[in-house]
């Protein structure tokens, strides 16, 4: 007979794993950006895998060529009420809205 399996358990591994790459990823961009990369990679590999949302963790890399955004290696420029972050290893050119009126409080 087939174990079965937790799949609750696993997504809570996972993520807990994604977090935890993405720390190193954080962590080791500066010394070691194809290091880094890698590690963003497997967790994206993971993420997928497991259905797991990134949130606000995808805001650390380009989602094209998956590096990490470093200061060197982007270019962030604000204007008409938008925010474009550049990426410079790709040119993959990321937009967000700056929200003006909102009832959200974080804004
Ligand atoms: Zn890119």
Do not use: W
Not at 59 to 64: H, I, N, P, T, V
């Amino acid at each position: 007979m087939a174990v079965k399996r937790d799949k609750k358990l696993e997504k809570k591994i996972a993520e807990s794993r994604i977090d935890f790459l993405l720390k190193l990823a954080e962590q080791r961009k500066n010394s070691d950006y194809e290091l880094a990369k890698r590690y963003i990679e497997l967790s994206v590999r993971m993420a997928e895998k497991y259905r797991i949302r990134l949130g606000k963790r995808k805001l650390g890399f380009c989602k094209k060529c998956l590096y990490p955004y470093r200061s060197d290696r982007m270019r962030v420029r604000i204007g008409k009420g938008v925010v474009r972050i550049t990426c410079m290893n790709c040119g993959h050119v990321r937009r967000f809205k700056i929200k003006q009126h909102t009832k959200n409080r974080r804004a």
